[in-house]
């Protein structure tokens, strides 16, 4: 399987975002082998969508020349997007928005109904592309944090889409955690090696990452300990 990753934290390598991925994509590989292909999006030279619809009049050319051209044309030649980044207020940072916006070459102007809502019919053939978000908070829970950021990829990638939101807690930097905590990179690790054979994750896995896995109050302190 081909896999692009885009990175959307400024912190490339360094980003806690990515070393949640990098477990991921261990489980992927201990399954089959994969392609894959890390983008650090703030690297990239990515204009702003100007909105001028020119690039779904005529046949899916943007008026911007830049790196985003080549980016379209190893979306369209990969099986997984996996689009890893930080939570930015509630949502993804700047360069990776600047990055899905620039990705509207592959509508057309065309729409068509779907169930109850309305969406642009592809210009490029790209249904056999398959999303999953990684993203990380900078808080202890989960609750009142990610519904913007899930809701817009929902909404954008209506099909074929994964998401694995997880809260800042030290059992995901840490391998084997002094207070006894269950490692959260390995359930990670089993979730993508469990989604590299299904194509999906089991719910009771998904659960148990998604959720705090030690204390709140706890997990704040430890944050708070380093203020
Ligand atoms: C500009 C900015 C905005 C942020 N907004 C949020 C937010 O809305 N909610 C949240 O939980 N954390 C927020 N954070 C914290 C980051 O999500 C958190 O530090 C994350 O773990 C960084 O991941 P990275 O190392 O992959 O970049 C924000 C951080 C920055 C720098």
Redesign the pocket.
């Given at each position: 399987m081909k896999i692009l990753v885009l990175?959307?934290?400024?912190?490339r390598e360094?980003?806690?975002?990515?070393?949640i991925t990098r477990a991921f994509l261990d489980g992927m590989r201990e399954a089959a082998h994969h392609q894959v292909h890390t983008i650090h999006v703030i690297d990239e030279h990515i204009e702003y969508c100007t909105g001028c619809f020119s690039c779904m009049r005529n046949g899916g050319t943007c008026v911007h020349d830049d790196d985003m051209r080549e980016i379209l044309e190893e979306i369209l030649a990969s099986d997984l997007l996996i689009w890893?980044?930080?939570?930015?207020?509630?949502?993804m940072?700047a360069p990776l928005k600047a990055l899905l916006d620039r990705t509207l070459p592959l509508s057309s102007m065309a729409m068509q109904k779907v169930g109850d809502r309305y969406e642009h019919v592809g210009q490029a053939f790209y249904s056999r592309l398959r999303h999953r978000m990684i993203?990380?908070?900078?808080?202890p829970n989960s609750r009142f944090?990610f519904e913007p950021a899930v809701t817009r990829f929902n909404r954008r990638f209506p099909q074929g889409h994964t998401i694995l939101t997880v809260?800042?807690s030290p059992v995901f930097t840490a391998s084997e955690e002094a207070i006894g905590t269950k490692p959260g990179l390995q359930l990670v690790r089993q979730a993508g090696s469990q989604y590299a054979e299904t194509g999906a994750i089991e719910a009771v896995l998904l659960a148990e990452i998604t959720s705090p896995m030690i204390p709140e109050e706890q997990n704040a302190a430890i944050g708070n300990s380093g203020v």
């Open positions: 990175n959307g934290s400024p912190k360094q980003s806690d975002t990515m070393h890893s980044f930080p939570l930015y207020c509630y949502g940072p993203c990380r908070c900078g808080f944090r809260t800042k």
